[in-house]
């Protein structure tokens, strides 16, 4: 089993940055991908970051060029630096992991990744 732990979220303005960090612990392996998954209650989850056991990462349109996913394996450690919020960036953000080495956006989106934290909310304000 792995356990994921989200921290970082809370309150900015519009232009504003914040970091996401979560700390994985228990049966966790390098080979594995993570990701970076957002959800508004009564909305589909949007995956939005990917990075793949090799480091490759991806990102979904609606972040592209604003969010910058990365990890620190000796650390167990991911995290998602987020500039340039906007108000619709909020919505509760999981981070996850699976046993694939790879994985995209679009797959954390429309399938169950292996591992979920219980996520962290981020609240931007116009």
């Known amino acids: 089993q792995v356990q994921l732990v989200e921290s970082g979220g809370g309150s900015v303005q519009a232009g504003g940055s914040l970091r996401l960090v979560c700390a994985a612990s228990?049966?966790?392996?390098?080979?594995?991908?993570m990701g970076w998954a957002r959800q508004v209650a009564g909305k589909e989850r949007e995956g939005i970051a990917a990075?793949?056991?090799?480091?490759?990462?991806s990102y979904a349109d609606s972040v592209r060029g604003r969010f910058t996913i990365s990890k620190d394996n000796a650390k167990n450690t991911l995290y998602l630096q987020m500039n340039s919020l906007k108000p619709e960036d909020t919505a509760t953000y999981y981070c996850?992991?699976?046993?694939?080495?790879?994985?995209?956006?679009?797959?954390?989106?429309?399938?169950?990744?292996?591992?979920w934290g219980k996520g962290t909310l981020v609240t931007i304000s116009s």
């Open positions: 996850a992991a699976d046993r694939s080495p790879r994985v995209t956006p679009a797959a954390m989106t429309y399938y169950d990744m292996d591992y």
């Open positions: 228990g049966h966790t392996d390098s080979s594995y991908s």
């Open positions: 990075i793949d056991s090799d480091g490759r990462t």
